[in-house]
Every structure is written in structure tokens, then in C-alpha cells.
């Protein structure tokens, strides 16, 4: 039976997450290329997850630091250049964290969600199914109205100012920007701190994303992240992809099978001395 060694994994990886210094992220160029390359990245390393990120590209493998001032927060500049541009997308998305995505790569994250190509109309049959809260609605709403609002003019727009619906509007803004309904588009100076993100409808500041997503299978966009996925990481474990895209057991079955009938992925019950099913590229073998 083949064996995968933990050096094996961690040396892919050490190219792929940019972990060498003379591989570092150095300017928002070299960011943009950063993310095309990968596909799709979170922003901020995540604890227990395990995929490219912005800061340990560009910073190296070591904690977000909370001082202001340590030049790894040169991300923040790129992150906020780039919102609501074409070079990526940015939203919360995979695990409901900071993601960017390449533009490429976008039309199959959208073929997986819940949009069908009737932005002000779609949401209602959701709410009315059950598939979207009372808040969301109404911070949906507030933006189709009223235009992009900064999370100041949102709460407000959407009734939600008080201290106490303060983590329901949070939720809220989080669960419509993982199903691709909203985005951040820009900054203002709003706010306590005068740094507010603008929000606007996904559908509407891409009027060809409904296009070019209606072609693409569920399975096909599922094959294609998961291809991506793997490439960043070299090996995985199944369960691990489950939880980073938040499919079903079965939807993640089957989009692995495709792989390995392809022979893009080989099997295996045990990779760098940990027991369970491991899903490797043949050359790390």
C-alpha cells in the first residue's frame, strides 16, 4: 500500500501557502497573482482550518499580530484597494470567514448557491420557505431599495440599531454574504472608528455573473473547487473538505469519485501517520 509522509505534505504546502521567504507576498500585485494562482484563499489563517492565506503569505507562518503597526497588516490595504473590484472577490464565504476568490473560480462557488437569477424577487421565495430569517430579509431589502448603505446606514435602513439586535444583524450580514447575496463594495469613514464596509447586492454589481454561472452543473462546480482545493493542499482528508465547503456527506462523495476516476486523486486510509480517508495528488506519493 502507498505511503504519504508528513514531509511530503508539508513540503507541497510550504510552495503552495507562500511560506518561504523568497516566495513571500510582497505587493498587491503579487497578491492579485497570489489568489489567482490558488483559486480561492482565506484572508486570515483560521484555526483548525487548513488553506492558503493572505497574512501567512505575505507575513510568514506566525500568529495575526494585534499590534497596528507590524507590517504583515499591509494586507488590510490590499484587501481594502481591491473591494467590490474585478481583480477578486472578497466576502465571507468558505466556513463563513474572510475568502478571496479568483474571478474565475467565481461563477462556481454562485452555481452553488441558493440565487437563481431573479435578485428582487429570489429572496421571497426563500424567506417564505423558511430558508432566510426575518433579518436578513430586512438588510436584503434596505440594500435593494435604497442602493449600496455602509453598516451605519444599514442597521438603521433595516431597523436594527439598537444594542440589542446588534449580534442578529451581525449573523444576518454574515449569512447573505456566505450565500453569495451580498458584498462588500468599498469603505466609508462611518462609524465609531470611521471604518465602515458599504455593502451592495452581488447579483447587481456583477450583471453577468446570473449568465455566466446558469451553464454550470452542481456537480461540475463541485469537481472544479475541489480540484482547486487540492492543489493548494496537496492531501486532504474528506472530512476536511466537507467542512471547508459545507456540502453534504453525499455531495462531497461524489465529487471525490469523480476525481479518483479520473485518476486526479489516489485513496488512502492512513497519510502522515494519521488514520482516516485521505485524498492525495498522485506525484506526492
Known amino acids: 500500500m502507498s505511503k504519504l509522509a508528513k514531509e511530503n505534505i508539508s513540503a507541497y504546502q510550504r510552495h503552495t501557502f507562500r511560506l518561504d521567504p523568497d516566495r513571500r507576498v510582497r505587493d498587491l500585485e503579487a497578491a492579485v497573482e497570489f489568489v489567482n494562482e490558488r483559486g480561492f484563499i482565506h484572508f486570515w489563517p483560521i484555526q483548525g482550518i487548513s488553506l492558503p492565506s493572505l497574512w501567512v503569505a505575505a507575513a510568514g507562518d506566525r500568529l495575526v499580530s494585534d499590534a497596528r503597526d507590524d507590517p504583515g497588516h499591509i494586507t488590510w490595504e490590499?484587501?481594502?484597494?481591491?473591494?467590490?473590484s474585478r481583480r477578486w472577490y472578497y466576502a465571507k464565504v468558505l466556513r463563513k470567514r474572510a475568502t478571496m476568490i479568483a474571478h474565475d473560480l467565481f461563477p462556481y462557488f454562485y452555481a452553488l448557491s441558493e440565487n437563481y437569477g431573479a435578485y428582487a424577487e429570489d429572496y421571497l421565495t426563500l424567506y417564505e420557505q423558511g430558508q432566510m430569517t426575518m433579518e436578513a430579509r430586512l438588510i436584503y431589502e434596505a440594500i435593494l431599495n435604497n442602493g449600496p448603505l455602509d453598516?451605519?446606514?444599514?442597521?438603521?435602513?433595516?431597523?436594527?440599531?439598537?444594542?440589542?439586535?446588534a449580534g442578529?444583524?451581525?449573523?444576518?450580514?454574515?449569512?447573505?454574504?456566505?450565500?453569495?447575496?451580498?458584498?462588500?463594495?468599498?469603505v466609508t469613514q462611518s462609524?465609531?472608528?470611521?471604518?465602515?464596509?458599504?455593502y451592495e447586492i452581488v447579483a447587481r454589481h456583477y450583471p453577468d455573473l446570473t449568465e455566466a454561472a446558469r451553464n454550470i452543473l452542481e456537480s461540475e462546480?463541485?469537481?472544479?473547487?475541489?480540484?482547486?482545493?487540492?492543489l493548494s493542499l496537496g492531501a486532504f482528508e474528506l472530512r476536511q473538505a466537507q467542512k471547508l465547503f459545507g456540502w453534504s456527506?453525499?455531495?462531497?462523495?461524489?465529487a471525490i469519485d469523480q476525481l479518483l476516476a479520473r485518476g486526479f486523486l489516489v485513496s488512502l486510509d492512513e497519510a502522515a501517520g494519521k488514520p482516516g480517508e485521505w485524498l492525495t495528488l498522485p506525484q506526492l506519493l
Open 78 to 84: 490590499w484587501k481594502d484597494a481591491l473591494l467590490g
Open 151 to 165: 453598516t451605519v446606514a444599514l442597521r438603521k435602513a433595516a431597523r436594527m440599531s439598537s444594542s440589542a439586535s
Open 168 to 186: 442578529r444583524f451581525s449573523k444576518a450580514l454574515t449569512d447573505l454574504q456566505a450565500d453569495f447575496k451580498i458584498l462588500p463594495i468599498g
Open 191 to 198: 462609524g465609531a472608528w470611521h471604518y465602515a464596509f458599504a
Open 249 to 254: 456527506g453525499q455531495e462531497t462523495r461524489r
Open 221 to 230: 462546480a463541485r469537481r472544479k473547487l475541489l480540484e482547486r482545493y487540492a
